[in-house]
């Protein structure tokens, strides 16, 4: 997607070779607009999949799954990273590796929010590793509802997630994909 | 706001006294069309005031905050919970006792996202005790940021931080305010 494209190399910061900060518009500072031009791509991308509900992981993915929702006119549930008051078998759960930090959580969806009749769009704002995306996927199946596939903002295509979901048969769209990045020669895409 | 003082009505549950569930339409699953109703009011409320940013905090305040976004055409930022690859010296800090968690913790903003040109409207899914507002309207205080005001959607007006807040001359706009609730005798709103 050309407009995002343009937003990262206009205002995305790639620190220490493979973190890439685009902060300003996505992850700590969001662009609604954008997201709204974001949301309507993916909405063109699936169309007629059916798609009923929206999955996304908490924080930075609840933004534009939000807005996804708005101009896909569906509810958005948001995977939580720790326990609340529900009890365990009131939510499905999955484990979730972070190589970035270092980490291992289970995320948590309410059982009373995905059902078999539920047509699932997975949306987050990045994907590495894929393993946020891999882990939503599996509650997806937990709670035996159908996979229209995965709307991501950034994927950083050097890194094995994005293919490896797709080698698994499930479909990922992301609006950019990163071929390499570093400080020195900045940002290049795939082509499409 | 009667659209969502009705939505409670219909879908919220008290549950241990003084526990509001609304996690079907509000903070675990989300109605995207009913965030875009509560900002037209938000907008309404505070038109003409200049607004050109909105401050929330992660997680369940950025789906209404990016919603408000779009519609009040301006971008969103939300105050992280945890510190990131950013050093203390990048950002703006304040802490925050929740009572409900019985936890301290310091919430950041990016020194890049606040400045004193700033017109900031706060947005947040609850109010109680009013200790995540209060941590923000700090932020905004140290960026030299102006506050127009906070816009709430669900206040529980039998806990002192809304009037708290009033008191303190800032501007507080709840979408619905809880007189009282309770179990057996469920949910009372305040008069306008």
């Not at 220490?16 to 309507?40: C, I, R, T, W, Y």
């Amino acid at each position: 997607m050309k407009l995002l494209e343009e937003k990262i190399l206009q205002d995305g910061k790639v620190i220490n070779g493979d973190v890439l900060k685009v902060d300003s518009f996505l992850n700590h500072q969001m662009d609604p607009q954008l997201f709204e031009e974001m949301a309507k791509e993916w909405q063109r991308l699936f169309e007629g999949c059916g798609i009923n509900k929206i999955l996304t992981i908490e924080a930075s993915g609840i933004g534009i799954a939000c807005i996804a929702g708005l101009v896909m006119k569906c509810p958005v549930v948001f995977a939580k990273k720790s326990k609340t008051s529900n009890t365990p078998e009131d939510s499905f759960s999955a484990t979730v590796k972070s190589f970035t930090r270092g980490t291992v959580n289970d995320i948590y969806v309410s059982k009373k929010y995905l059902s078999p009749d539920d047509v699932i769009l997975i949306i987050d704002d990045f994907m590495a590793t894929g393993e946020a995306s891999k882990g939503m996927v599996q509650i997806v199946k937990l709670a035996g509802a159908r996979l229209a596939g995965i709307g991501i903002a950034v994927e950083k295509a050097f890194q094995p997630g994005g293919d490896e979901l797709r080698a698994a048969g499930i479909r990922v769209e992301s609006l950019a994909r990163i071929r390499e990045m570093s400080s020195e020669n900045g940002i290049e895409f795939c082509e499409d």
